[in-house]
Structures are given as structure tokens and as C-alpha cells.
């Protein structure tokens, strides 16, 4: 079994890591997943015997990170092979809403984000795999007219967007295969963005440049302009690869059946509560912005309060100033002697007026801006909110289908049973039944054995009467 679940800002390091918890691909690493022909299978490393799988002999079996490569390799083996064989089967040209499409993007946006470096920005912590995307550009040419592209795209203002978008156009000119091929081989490049145990720096990563040579005999054409790359969730819907009750029973019987449903079954349970992890976090931290958001109207009252008083005190300095002005016309007109000490003292004041007039201008200019960047700042926070709201619905409908999927894997998990126990009972009739079979064979034999002996002793008998005779 495995799992990939569905990366955000804060401005605290609780809401930070409830961001991250929230946002970043959880894996589950008790659990594995393997391609067996073209179902998924779900096995927990407990059940998986002590002898090491050929293509992972190097790794430890227990270590999370490799176990999270893996995955995510299988499951890239297993959305090409699919997409390739549905669009072949379909025989047009895929667009936007072709569901085996939409997944395949999903799984290579996680395999891109596998192992990625945090970078620290204005607004916080940010992982994008955008960057490493650009490194195509400088080592291969062809990329140029991609990467222009994607700039001059309307609507997109992230950098995941722009990353969703250039994949989108790769896959459209055939040349996706290539241009990762082209950013594996210069690992140097790439440790600046992942980690050293990132999937882009293990053989996994090859190994997926290699199978996405076989999009090459797709043909896609895929309108991005009105399609909001930025917001998207990007959640993998384990149910397109989930083995169903028909295929299972050609290829297993018995104890197999009731085993895989039962795998399946705590597989979507491990989903589910991961899910409502997500959910849980996602609502934590819209709580906490809703409190932040408070917080931020009460002080923009209290600076608008201020500026109010700010603006009071100036037109009072004003009055102050325009009736010392008058005084000292009044004065110089009456008292000639005294005139030069009384002008002096009201040059002084005036002086002192203007001084105080500009401290007050000054500390007015300083609440609006204080004012304009709290505006904005509540302005994020509430696109934020939004976004937050928008993921946790949709987060809600997965959780929804899980458990409708668990509830139709319990009702299968009790036929199954069912169908047990009526073949244990009619083994057990079957049992009986040879019991007495045996019984009677070894009555026979008696018999037979009995009929053996009175036939012996007739013949001597009817030889002895015939030598009397």
C-alpha cells in the first residue's frame, strides 16, 4: 500500500508548520506501492518478505525517503502506461478535461516537488519547482520559445502556475522526455533546488525521463488561457488505479480475493485518516487568520482614530497660527516701542508652531501609509482565506468519495465472507461424505474378503465329493 497526498506562507512558526503540514505531499512510509500488470498494488512493509526487490537491493527497505521514491516512481509507471493505452484506445487528440491526463500532470508535479529546498522570501517560506524548469532554457535552445511562452501567459502569477503551464507545453511539443533527460544530467545544477536524496537526483529520476519517451505518440492540445493554473489542488485519485471485485476474481481465489480487499480497504482507511488530518490542519490555520484578520481590523480603527485626532490637532495649529499672525499686525500697528520684543516672541512661537505643524504632517503621512499596508496586508489575507476555503472543500468531496469507496470495499469485504463460509460448510459436507465412502469401501473389502473364503471352501468341498465319487 502507499499514499500521496496532497505548501503555504505564515507569518508565525505554528501557523507556518500547520501551513506545511497542510500544503506540502504527505507519503505514508509504512507502506509501498508496486505495479502488478496494470493495477496498483498496496502492500505494508511488515507483510513484504526480508529479501530486497532487485530495483531497490542498494536502498534500505525501511528508509522513508527511498520508499517515498519508489512510490512515486510506480506511480509514474503507472499513469503513462495508462495515459498512453486510454489514448490510444480513444484515437484523438486529448484536451484539458481527458481525466488520465489531469493525473498524469498531478503525479509529475509531485515528482518535481520530491525533495525540494524551502527558500525564504518576503511572505515567508516558498517551494516552487519553477526553478529547476528554467534551467532547461539555458542548456537547451529549444526550451527558449517554451519559456517565453509561459511568460507571456495572461492570468498566471505564481511560480506553480508558470511550472503546471510549462509542462503542459512540453507535453504539447513532444519534447518533455528530452528536456528532463536535459536537467538530470546536470545534477550540479539541480542541488542548488533539491536535496540530495530528492527523486530528481536518484535513478528514479532517469527512469521516469526514460518512460516519458512513450508520450511521444500522444497528441494533446490543451487551451491554458481561461484555466487557473495557480489554484488548483493537486490531489491523486487513487481510484482510477484501485483493483475492482471482477478483475480480482479472474486472477485470485479463495483467501486471495478476501486479502486484496482487505488491502485495498486499510489503504483507503490510511487515506482517510490522512485526509482528515489535512482537513483538520487546513481549518486551523484559516482560524488563525480569521483571528489575524480581527486583529488587523481593530488596529487599522485605532490608527484611523489617530489620524482623525492628527488632523484636529493640525487645523487647531492653524487657527493657533493665523490668530498670532493677527495679533502681531495688530500689535506692530499700536505699540511702536514695544513692537520689536513682542514681533520677536511671536516670530519664536510662530516658529515653533510651524516645527510642531510638520512633526504632525509627518507622523499624518506615517499613519496613512501604516494604514495602506494594513489595507493590504488584510487584502492577502482574505485572497488567502479564500484559497484556504476553496482547498479545504475540495479536500472535504476526497474525503466524501473515500468513504463511499471504504463503504462499498466493506460491503464486498462481507460477501466475501459470506462466500467463505458457504464453501467452508459444503467442504465440510464433502469431508463427511468421503468419511463415509471410506467406510463403506472397507465394508466391501470385509465382504469381499468374506465371499473369498466361502468360495475357497466350496471349491474343496466339491473337489473332495468328486474324488469320493
Given at each position: ?306 489620524i482623525i485626532t492628527l488632523q484636529e490637532e493640525m487645523e487647531r495649529v492653524k487657527e493657533e497660527h493665523s490668530y498670532h499672525l493677527e495679533s502681531a499686525h495688530k500689535v506692530s500697528g499700536s505699540e511702536d516701542n514695544a ?131
Open positions: 500500500m502507499s499514499d500521496l497526498i496532497p505548501e503555504s506562507d505564515a507569518p508565525t512558526p505554528t501557523t507556518d508548520k500547520i501551513t506545511q503540514a497542510a500544503r506540502e505531499t504527505i507519503y505514508l512510509c509504512n507502506f509501498r506501492v508496486s505495479v502488478d500488470g496494470e493495477w496498483l498494488c498496496l502492500r505494508e512493509l511488515n507483510d513484504i518478505s526480508l529479501t530486497p526487490d532487485p530495483e531497490v537491493a542498494r536502498e534500505d527497505p525501511k528508509d522513508p525517503i527511498a520508499i517515498e521514491r519508489l512510490n512515486l516512481m510506480n506511480m509514474a509507471k503507472l499513469s503513462i502506461k495508462g495515459l498512453i493505452e486510454s489514448a490510444l484506445n480513444l484515437g484523438r487528440t486529448l484536451d484539458s478535461d481527458y481525466a488520465p491526463l489531469q493525473q498524469f500532470f498531478v503525479v509529475m508535479e509531485h515528482c518535481l516537488k520530491h525533495g525540494l529546498k524551502t527558500k525564504k522570501t518576503f511572505l515567508g517560506q516558498n517551494k516552487s519547482f519553477w526553478g529547476p524548469l528554467e534551467l532547461v532554457e539555458k542548456l537547451n535552445p529549444e526550451a527558449g520559445e517554451i519559456a517565453a511562452s509561459v511568460k507571456d501567459l495572461p492570468g498566471l502569477k505564481t511560480p506553480l502556475g508558470r511550472g503546471r503551464a510549462w509542462l503542459r507545453l512540453a507535453l504539447m511539443q513532444k519534447k518533455l522526455s528530452d528536456y528532463m533527460k536535459t536537467i538530470i544530467n546536470r545534477k550540479d545544477l539541480l542541488s542548488e533546488f533539491y536535496e540530495p536524496n530528492a527523486l530528481m537526483m536518484e535513478e528514479e529520476g532517469a527512469v521516469i525521463a526514460g518512460l516519458l519517451v512513450g508520450l511521444n505518440v500522444i497528441d494533446a492540445n490543451l487551451c491554458m488561457k481561461g484555466e487557473d493554473l495557480d489554484s488548483q489542488v493537486g490531489v491523486i485519485d487513487f481510484s482510477m488505479y484501485l483493483k475492482d471485485g471482477g478483475h480480482s476474481s479472474k486472477t485470485t481465489e479463495g483467501d486471495g480475493q478476501i486479502t486484496a480487499i482487505l488491502d485495498q480497504k486499510n489503504y483507503v482507511e490510511e487515506l482517510n485518516r490522512h485526509l482528515s488530518a489535512s482537513v483538520n490542519n487546513l481549518q486551523a490555520k484559516v482560524d488563525a487568520l480569521e483571528k489575524s484578520n480581527t486583529k488587523l481590523t481593530e488596529e487599522l480603527a485605532v490608527a484611523n482614530n489617530r513692537d520689536g520684543q513682542v514681533l520677536g516672541d511671536t516670530w519664536k512661537q510662530l516658529k515653533e508652531e510651524t516645527q510642531l505643524r510638520l512633526d504632525v504632517e509627518k507622523e499624518l503621512e506615517l499613519q496613512i501609509g501604516m494604514k495602506q499596508e494594513m489595507e493590504l496586508a488584510m487584502k492577502m489575507l482574505e485572497k488567502d482565506i479564500c484559497e484556504k476555503q476553496d482547498a479545504l472543500m475540495e479536500l472535504r468531496r476526497h474525503l466524501d468519495d473515500l468513504r463511499t469507496l471504504n463503504h462499498q470495499l466493506s460491503v464486498k469485504t462481507q460477501t466475501s465472507d459470506a462466500t467463505l463460509k458457504q464453501k467452508s460448510e459444503v467442504i465440510s459436507r464433502l469431508e463427511e461424505k468421503a468419511n463415509q465412502m471410506a467406510a463403506t469401501i472397507k465394508q466391501l473389502e470385509h465382504s469381499e474378503k468374506d465371499v473369498v473364503k466361502q468360495a475357497r471352501s466350496l471349491n474343496s468341498a466339491a473337489w473332495k465329493l468328486l474324488h469320493h465319487q
